[in-house]
């Protein structure tokens, strides 16, 4: 994009500014004069034409929103002049027809990846340690002040004190100058390369505040997202903390596991506290039992694997008004391309899919899911107008200052992530990808309850498109973090690993971004580039327990 403004579909009536722009200004779009009657900030849109109240505006070609003041063309598009609002849909579906992009770039292209026992291959090989409960968080504390710095795996501290040294250097009758030569800071690089257990990628605590109070229900879909993890390609194996009397029973979980994979042979522990002899007791048998594991995940290595065994969780945050027109449809083409090789992108945050559900509907591949979709998304709307909110309520603070002033508008931006492939599949929460194409999970917009419900059901890597920047991250599947301008991939270098702000400048189309992605996650399932949320150790974990969440 080399304009300083754009109109991104011939049906849109309002123009994005790419650049800021000066009031004065004469912009022409297609046979179309208009003069600036005031500043544009960048990102922000004018109107094209003059609007009465009541009139509607359109952005990607969709309804977004109605005008509540009279606006004049030229002037800029706030939440003062313009109230949110979106199109009707249907449950029935209308005729869709889908062109794959051109893979010969990719053909016989694979990763390198840890293939499990069910056929699946995960892009890293982890230990879970899991509470049933939020009472044996504690427990997860002492296990991880027991093992991870011994081993060699991540902390929360940049380096190690290595005082065994020392004790030695002294039992072997060192003198204190011997003491002050003797190294004992290792940095987490040294830590990482000298690991006990190389194959191994890491032990990961899940620890939440659910399992027991609340409502049952909230105990049967945690399970089943624990479940989740624990079959999760990524995963060799687990230790479970259990309570005894708390709602989350060890049954359920193996049950939940069960009916993932009916013949799953993953090791997992299961130890219960009520039943131990001692929390000392306890503790023990827990390291014994997770360090056996740990030697046998060890014996895996990453091997070749086709691209079709990716499972792509598609996710946004902290969107601006770039994000909709560069990281998101470049990502849409990555996810296209995964398709038409075999792969599994998923789509979720159904709160940011408002005003596109239309359009979702005619690519669902069955009726089945045409209506299932139609249901999830008319209930989600429905439980959050019950409580007092509604969808109009999504955009963030940080959303709106950037660009974004409507949900419809927020909505049919980040929809560009899934690109124009057929749904093959719609799943609720906690539901498995099971078939190659493109998935469509029923999560709330919450950044982490997103990425972690996403995980839950199976993806095996993440990439997430952001205007503002954020640090998100989650245990078991790197998150690979992508900046819509390239300000922020300058500012915030340290926790952003791609940049498609070059979209917006025109050093790349949609096309060649895309492409840049997709060898990117191949790069990172490969174990070859860490993503910056794994060097960072950002674990976030965020089980959803089905209250309304924007």
């Known amino acids: 994009m080399t304009q300083s403004y754009a109109q991104i579909d011939t049906k849109d009536n309002i123009i994005v500014a790419i650049t800021p722009l000066r009031k004065g200004l004469k912009a022409v779009i297609a046979d179309q004069e208009v003069i600036l009657k005031e500043d544009i900030k960048q990102k922000h849109k004018f109107s094209l034409y003059d609007f009465k109240i009541g009139d509607e505006i359109y952005m990607y070609g969709v309804l977004i929103g109605k005008a509540v003041q009279p606006i004049p063309s030229g002037c800029a598009i706030t939440i003062d002049n313009v109230k949110h609002a979106s199109a009707n849909f249907k449950e029935d579906r209308e005729k869709y027809t889908w062109t794959a992009p051109d893979i010969t770039n990719f053909k016989g292209s694979t990763f390198n990846g840890y293939y499990r026992e069910d056929g699946k291959v995960g892009t890293a090989n982890y230990w879970l340690v899991i509470p049933l409960t939020f009472c044996e968080n504690r427990n997860l504390d002492v296990l991880e002040g027991a093992l991870l710095e011994k081993l060699g795996y991540e902390t929360k501290k940049d380096f190690a004190v290595d005082t065994d040294a020392l004790i030695n250097a002294y039992k072997n009758g060192a003198s204190p100058d011997d003491i002050l030569n003797t ?38 879909v945690l399970v089943k997202l624990l479940a989740g993890y624990i079959t999760n390609p990524n995963v060799a194996g687990a230790t479970i903390f259990s309570l005894g009397c708390q709602n989350a029973q060890i049954s359920m979980l193996q049950k939940a596991i069960k009916d993932i994979d009916p013949n799953c042979t993953k090791t997992v522990h299961y130890l219960e506290q009520q039943k131990s002899a001692s929390e000392r007791h306890l503790i023990e048998e827990a390291v014994k039992h997770t360090f056996i594991g740990l030697m046998e995940a060890n014996q895996l290595t990453r091997k070749p694997a086709p691209l079709s065994k990716l499972v792509l969780g598609l996710e946004c945050g902290g969107s601006d008004g770039f994000s909709g027109i560069s990281a998101n449809p470049a990502l849409g083409y990555a996810s296209d391309l995964l398709v038409a090789l075999g792969g599994s992108p998923v789509l979720s945050e159904f709160p940011e899919l408002n005003g596109v559900e239309q359009e979702l509907i005619n690519r669902c591949e069955t009726v089945a899911d045409s209506k299932k979709f139609y249901g999830l998304m008319r209930a989600y709307s429905a439980a959050a107008v019950a409580v007092g909110s509604g969808f109009e309520n999504n955009p963030s603070p940080g959303n709106i200052k950037d660009g974004l002033i409507t949900d419809a508008m927020k909505s049919a931006g980040a929809a560009k992530k899934g690109g124009t492939s057929p749904v093959v599949e719609v799943l609720d929460y906690t539901e498995q990808v099971t078939k190659p194409g493109l998935h469509l999970l029923c999560t709330p917009g919450n950044d982490v309850e997103s990425t972690t419900g996403l995980v839950g059901s199976g993806c095996t890597i993440v990439v997430f498109t952001t205007g503002l920047g954020t640090p998100t991250g989650n245990p078991i599947a790197p998150v690979l973090k992508m900046s819509s301008n390239t300000n922020l991939y300058e500012r915030m270098n340290d926790i952003i690993d791609m940049d498609a702000g070059t979209v917006i400048t025109g050093e790349d189309t949609i096309a060649t971004m895309g492409e840049k992605i997709l060898e990117h996650i191949i790069s990172v399932a490969s174990g070859e580039t860490p993503s910056k949320a794994v060097l960072h150790g950002n674990n976030d974990f965020i089980p959803w327990k089905r209250g309304v969440s924007l």
Not at 186 to 206: A, C, M, Q, W
Request: aromatic fraction near 6%; hydrophobic fraction near 25%.
């Open 183 to 220: 190294p004992v800071i290792t940095t987490k690089e040294e830590r990482s390369k000298n690991r006990l257990f190389p194959n191994v990628d890491g032990i990961k605590f899940l620890k939440h505040d659910g399992g027991c109070g609340g409502i049952r229900q909230d105990a049967e």
